[in-house]
């Protein structure tokens, strides 16, 4: 791809490069998110290359992103979905009105990790519109990012610039917003329902067990990677959810077909929903075919090199690394259809035998980067997935969508995340006499 870098495909290689022992550690790539706040550059976890940083500001955070830990949120998840289905109703449901719903599932994405982390959406649903510039400014940061991860050492002289930081736009906006409720959560901690903790609360919570890791400034960089990370992943998740089975009818009216029959609870409850066999195929098909990320994830080969499967030698201190894109079209593990949106890949075909089937969902299970992989993959993967299945349960079992021009292909623009626009649709009622 450029010196001392190479770009890998071979999905034999993700446990190797992306391992569980961190020996391939993240490359001056992620450099570039850092900050540089008083003179000093300062890493997260996601930014930093260092195993040893990782592990020690992972460790309080860790379990509040497992299944159970997402689980005892989903009541919050509940209310923003609540306040998504009113807000389009009110705007488009059996309305003459075209709905951006590219727009829209970005407002959810952000209000519901507001929801989780504050008790608070951000405001987005309601507003209908950007808030204090905070979507437009993580827009701008990711293409900023998009292309200084390339040349990180330009970041030295734009944004880590000690003298002038010329640019990016900073998160400001978004670091101040999350100051501001921590404080409030502090000074009127009276006032909080904490019958039902958020993550602020847990946060909190762990500068007391953790006083020598968490202080003030450490529960705003936790909070700040809640809504850097979760809202943009999401939105873009959704966006390919929903447009990919607008483009294919058939794969639609099975969705419906399995929803209507589930005859869920609605918003639906992730309990109802996370074992319905082709709402998980439709979803992990839409993220095969659209994965968030859509840029190298680099890692450096470490002492002793790397084998390829054909015999050739890769020297440390190489960069290496695999898109999600590309491995996710190879046509080996997934077959030649491998560029079609097909969500019944993922189950058991007629003819074939249970065994056969369970070794091939293996292997594009294996294969499947969408969260990244190994010690450094996605920390937030549970609370996508929750809020994911939630919310199109829910939408497909309340309204029918239809794209506003079915020949139209929505833009897309890979700036690390590869986010959509231009995904217009119509909506009418699902069912209107349960409705
Ligand atoms: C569908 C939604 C999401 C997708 C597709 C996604 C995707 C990814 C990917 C591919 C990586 C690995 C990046 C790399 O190795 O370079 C990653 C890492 C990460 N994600 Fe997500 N993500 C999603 C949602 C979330 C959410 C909701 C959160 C937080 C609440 C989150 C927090 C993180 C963090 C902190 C890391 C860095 C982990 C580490 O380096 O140890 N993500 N994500």
């Not at 003179?39 to 955070?61: C, D, E, L, W």
């Not at 599932?105 to 510039?133: H, M, R």
């Not at 450096?300 to 890769?314: E, H, Q, T, W």
């Given at each position: ?59 309080p ?144 919570e ?45 794969a ?7 929803l ?41 080969v ?30 080996e593990?997934f ?52 809020e ?17 021009d ?30």
């Amino acid at each position: 791809m450029g010196p001392n870098f190479i770009s890998l495909t071979d999905p034999r290689l993700i446990k190797t490069i992306y391992s569980t022992r961190g020996n391939y550690a993240k490359s001056d790539f992620y450099s570039v998110n850092d900050v540089l706040q008083d003179g000093h550059i300062i890493q997260n976890v996601f930014s930093t290359r260092s195993n040893a940083f990782h592990a020690k500001y992972m460790r309080p955070i860790q379990k509040l992103y497992s299944m159970s830990g997402i689980l005892s949120l989903e009541p919050l998840a509940d209310t923003t979905i609540s306040i998504f289905c009113r807000r389009l109703e009110e705007l488009f449901v059996d309305r003459p009105n075209t709905c951006d719903i590219g727009d829209w599932l970005l407002y959810y994405a952000w209000d519901v990790v507001g929801e989780v982390t504050f008790s608070q959406p951000i405001g987005f649903l309601e507003e209908g519109t950007d808030i204090n510039d905070m979507l437009v400014t993580a827009e701008k940061a990711l293409d900023y990012f998009a292309v200084i991860t390339q040349m990180p050492k330009l970041d030295h002289l734009l944004d880590k610039n000690p003298l002038y930081r010329l640019g990016p736009p900073s998160f400001g906006a978004a670091a101040g917003y999350c100051a501001q409720r921590m404080m409030e959560r502090i000074q009127h901690a009276d006032t909080h329902n904490h019958s039902q903790p958020d993550f602020l609360d847990h946060f909190l919570e762990m500068k007391k067990t953790y006083p020598d890791v968490v202080d003030n400034k450490q529960v705003i960089g936790y909070l700040l990677i809640n809504i850097l990370a979760g809202a943009d992943t999401t939105a873009i998740t959704l966006r390919a959810i929903i447009y990919y089975l607008l483009k294919n009818p058939s794969a639609m009216a099975k969705l419906y077909a399995e929803l209507d029959a589930a005859n869920l609870p609605l918003p639906a409850s992730y309990d109802s929903v996370r074992n319905l066999p082709y709402l998980s195929a439709v979803l992990r098909e839409a993220m095969r075919m659209h994965p968030a990320v859509g840029m190298i994830m680099e890692r450096i080969v470490p002492s002793g090199g790397l084998a390829l499967p054909d015999g050739r030698f890769v020297a440390p201190g190489t960069i290496v690394g695999m898109n999600p894109w590309v491995v996710h079209r190879n046509q080996e593990i997934f077959g030649a259809d491998a560029d079609r949106f097909n969500p019944d890949r993922w189950l058991k075909g007629e003819d074939e035998d249970e065994e056969t089937y369970r070794e091939r969902l293996k292997r594009m299970k294996d294969a499947d980067l969408t969260f990244g992989a190994g010690n450094r993959v996605c920390l937030g993967q549970n609370l996508a997935l929750m809020e994911c299945n939630k919310v199109v349960a829910t939408l497909f079992s309340r309204y029918n969508f239809g794209l506003e021009d079915p020949k139209r292909e929505w833009n897309i623009q890979n700036s690390w995340f590869v986010r959509q626009t231009d995904i217009r649709i119509r909506i009418t009622r699902h069912n209107k006499a349960t409705a």
